[in-house]
């Protein structure tokens, strides 16, 4: 598979907690001109992109990022302001706590809540697959068919792990026609990103896919 093809999959990603403006525009210039899906970035930038590159680039942010243990009501506000500031793909990190007690509904409830303040824009429920036993990956897969989202996503890349193709492939298995998959978390090889793809991924969220090309 050839990497520009495989930049067409990819969320070009730039999360650091001191990412700067300069870090940000290098990444939307990256964007344009290698055609990847999106810019990742903190939520916090977002207005500034699309004030900036308007629609030449599209803007994907994150929502209750890194933990996910932020109250359902904040989420809310956050994926709101985000949206009105002009984010097209909003990844939202579910609450693992609630898994680990074993809550399903009240994330099904959760990412509910984000997906009536997303209509028109792609929603990805963010499950940190390096912390969930099978059966719990199983259960997520469930949930965010049942709740309506675009996609279910590996990991935030904070995490003690992050994208594997057993997961991928589990994922495939589980989830509904209507869900995707995005593979993120310590994807830095073209080899490794072609076997998520193969696996099963439509999208990728990574910062190196552009440094193969140059």
Partial sequence: MDIREILHH????????????ESIEKLCDEA???????????????????????????ICTVIGFPLGYSVKEAKEVETEIAVKDGAS??????????????????????????????QGKILKVIVETCYLTEEEKIAMCRTVTEAGADYIKT?????SAGAAIEDIRLFKAHIGENVKI??????????FMEQLL????ERLGCSAAVDLVK
């Fill in 198 to 201: 193969l696996a099963g991924a």
């Fill in 32 to 58: 344009i001109r290698y055609q990847t899906a999106s810019v990742c970035v903190p939520p916090n930038y977002v207005r500034r992109i699309a004030e900036n590159y308007g629609g030449d680039v599209r």
């Fill in 89 to 118: 793909e909003i990844d939202m990190v579910i609450n693992i706590t609630d898994l680990k007690n074993g809550d399903t509904d009240k994330i099904l409830d959760e990412i509910k809540a984000l997906r009536r303040l997303t």
């Fill in 182 to 191: 995005k593979a993120a978390g310590g994807i830095r090889t073209q080899d």
């Fill in 10 to 21: 990819v969320d070009h990603t730039q999360l650091k907690p001191f990412a700067d403006w």
């Fill in 155 to 159: 990991s935030t890349g904070f995490g």
